[in-house]
C-alpha cells in the first residue's frame, strides 16, 4: 500500500452558480461521441491548444484541482490508496463478502481482505483476460463477465475476431474458498457475451441475468433482434452444471429504434445492466434506448411491467438503483460511452446524468414516473471523461442517499429524499489525469459497504473513503454479510 496522500485539500472556489457556468462555458467542450461499450482501450485523444491552455488556467485560479490533486469535501476523509499491481487493465467493479472485496480488471480480478478499511490488503490476482470482468460472489462461487470475442474459455485465450466460429464469450466460474489460490470450476457461453450481469438468489440455485449488447452489426451474436436477456441457473452445491435456461424477450417490439429516428439516442439491442431487488421480487433494467421495471417473482421468466424512454436527454440508458422502500428508481445516461468529457457547461446538467422516477400503483399496475435529473454539480475539465457511472444506496432509515462514481468527475454523496430536488452532501474527486489529452480513467464503481466507501479507480487502483456526517452517520450500524450491488439487499436496520 502506498502511503496516505499528504498534499493539503484545496476547497473549491467557486461561487455561485453562475461563476461555475462562466467557467464552464470558457472550455471547449468535446463533441460528445454516441455512446459507446464501457471504455476499454479507448486512446488518450488530444485537444487543441486553446483547451489545454483554459485547463491550466482553471488549475492555477484554483477552480478545479491540479492534475492528480485530491480534493473532497469536509465530511469524507480519504483513507487509503491501493494502486494497480499485476492485473494493468482498466479496474471495474466491486463485490463484498465477509471483509473482502473482489475487484474486476480488463485483465481479471484482485481479491482484496477489507477488514481493516485504512489498511486494506492483496490477497491473490487472478489473470483470466475478459473485458470487462464484472464481478459477483456468493457463498464459495465467484462469477465473471466476459464480453470480449476470445479463442476459446479458458484464461489463456486470446483476443480474436467475432466471426470466428470458435469464439467463445459469457460466463466465468471460480471457487473462492481459498482466496489466496481461486480456482476456476465452470463456463457458460451466452448469447453475444456478458457485459455486465446480475445475480438472483433463489433456493438451491442462483440465476444470472446476463446483460449484452452492440453498438454495432457486425457482430454476428449481437445483431437484431437481439432483444433480451441469458438466464444462467447455477446450483450452488454443483456450479459445474451451469447451463442458459432462457432468453426472455424484453422488446418484443425491438425496443428503442435510436437514430436518425431519436437523433442522439442509441438504439436498443440488449441490457446495459439489470438490477434486482430479491425481497420486493422487482427488476430495473437500463437498456440502452430504454428503461424497463420488471417483476422477478419467477426467476426463468421476468415479466415487463413499464417501460420509459427519454429522447430529449438520455442517450444511453447504463444502470439503476432502488430505493430501500422500491417506490423510487434512478437510472443513469452514460453519454458517450464513459470515455467522453460531458460535465460541462456545453453539455449541460439534464444530459449524462441521473434519471429519478417514482413508481406508482400497485402490482402489475406499477409505473415509473419521472421526477427529476440529478448531475454531480462540480465542473470538470475537458480532458477529463466524466459521466454519470455505477453507485449504492447508503443505508439511512427513513432518507434515499445514494454515493456514486463519475469517472475523473470522482465519488458523489447525494441526497434523493425529496423525488424533485436532489442535491449533493460530500464528495472526493482527483484532479485531471491529463492537461492536455483527454484520458480516461477516475471512479468506476463507488460503493458502500459496513461503514466505507470503496472505490475503484480504473487507473489509480483501489481508494478507500470514509463519511462522517449527520445524515449518513445511521449507516454505520447496517451491517451485511455479502454485497453485490446490482442485486440490492433487503437492509436490516
Keep these: 500500500m502506498t502511503p496516505l496522500h499528504t498534499t493539503p485539500v484545496r476547497r473549491r472556489r467557486l461561487g455561485a452558480a453562475a461563476a461555475a457556468a462562466g467557467l464552464l462555458a470558457a472550455l471547449l467542450a468535446a463533441v460528445p461521441a454516441a455512446a459507446t461499450p464501457d471504455p476499454g482501450g479507448t486512446p488518450d485523444r488530444g485537444v487543441s491548444a486553446r483547451t489545454a491552455q483554459s485547463v491550466k488556467a482553471a488549475i492555477a485560479a484554483g477552480e478545479i ?29 466491486l463485490a463484498f463478502q465477509d471483509g473482502y472485496a473482489y475487484a474486476g480488471n480488463y485483465d481479471g480480478f484482485v481479491v482484496y481482505d477489507i477488514r481493516r478499511p485504512a489498511a486494506p490488503r492483496v490477497v491473490s490476482q487472478v489473470l483470466c483476460p475478459g473485458s470487462q470482468n464484472d464481478v459477483s460472489v456468493w457463498g464459495n462461487l465467484l462469477f465473471l463477465s466476459t464480453d ?5 474459455n479458458s484464461c489463456n485465450s486470446v483476443s480474436q475476431p467475432a466471426t470466428e466460429k470458435s469464439s467463445w464469450e459469457g460466463i466465468k466460474i ?53 432483444d433480451g436477456i441469458s438466464v444462467v441457473k447455477v446450483p450452488k452445491q454443483a456450479p459445474e452444471q451451469a ?19 431519436n437523433p442522439g439516442v442509441t438504439k436498443t439491442t440488449g441490457c446495459h445492466d439489470i438490477t434486482v ?21 419467477k426467476p426463468e421468466q421476468p415479466k415487463v411491467l413499464d ?42 446538467a439534464t444530459r449524462g446524468a441521473d434519471g429519478i422516477y417514482d413508481i406508482t400503483g400497485r402490482g402489475d399496475q406499477r409505473r415509473l414516473v419521472f421526477r427529476s435529473y440529478y448531475k454531480m454539480p462540480r465542473p470538470q475539465a475537458d480532458t477529463e471523461n466524466c459521466v454519470a457511472h455505477n453507485g449504492s444506496l447508503i443505508p439511512v432509515p427513513g432518507r434515499d ?10 465519488v458523489s454523496v447525494w441526497d434523493f429524499t425529496d423525488s424533485t430536488r436532489p442535491h449533493e452532501i460530500g464528495y472526493f474527486e482527483r484532479g485531471p489525469l491529463s492537461t492536455t489529452a483527454l484520458s480516461v480513467g477516475g471512479s468506476w464503481s463507488a460503493y458502500y459497504y459496513n461503514g466505507h466507501i470503496y472505490s475503484n479507480d480504473i487507473v489509480k487502483g483501489l481508494d478507500v473513503l470514509s463519511i462522517r456526517d449527520p445524515r449518513t452517520d ?3 450500524d447496517v451491517r451485511l454479510d455479502r454485497l453485490n450491488v446490482q442485486s440490492q439487499p433487503d437492509y436490516r436496520y
Excluded at 429522447?311 to 423510487?328: G, L, M
Design 148 to 152: 470480449s470475442s476470445r479463442s476459446d
Design 65 to 93: 484541482p491540479g492534475q492528480d490533486e485530491i480534493v473532497h469535501s469536509d465530511n469524507v476523509e480519504h483513507l487509503a490508496n491501493l494502486p494497480k499491481d499485476a492485473l494493468t487493465g482498466f479496474d471495474t467493479d
Design 174 to 226: 471460480f471457487d473462492i474458498r481459498d482466496k489466496a489460490n481461486p480456482k476456476y470450476v465452470a463456463a457458460v457461453e451466452t448469447a453475444c457475451g456478458s457485459h455486465t450481469h446480475t445475480l438472483v438468489p433463489s433456493g438451491s440455485s442462483v440465476y444470472l441475468y446476463v446483460s449484452s449488447y452492440s453498438p454495432s452489426e457486425a457482430f454476428p451474436d449481437c445483431r437484431p433482434p437481439h
Design 243 to 261: 447451463k442458459v435456461v432462457g432468453f426472455p424477450v424484453l422488446f418484443p417490439d425491438g425496443g428503442n429504434p435510436g437514430a436518425p429516428t
Design 474 to 476: 445511521p449507516a454505520e
Design 277 to 297: 431487488l430479491p425481497s420486493k421480487k422487482l427488476a430495473a433494467g437500463a437498456c440502452m434506448g430504454d428503461g424497463i421495471l420488471f417483476d422477478i417473482s
Design 401 to 410: 442517499i445514494m454515493v456514486q462514481a463519475w469517472y475523473q468527475g470522482g
Design 307 to 348: 417501460r420509459v424512454q427519454d429522447n430529449v436527454n438520455f442517450s444511453f440508458w447504463h444502470s439503476a438503483t432502488f430505493n430501500e422502500r422500491a417506490d423510487k428508481v434512478v437510472f443513469t445516461d452514460e453519454l458517450g460511452g464513459g470515455g467522453g468529457a460531458t460535465c460541462n457547461a456545453a453539455t449541460g
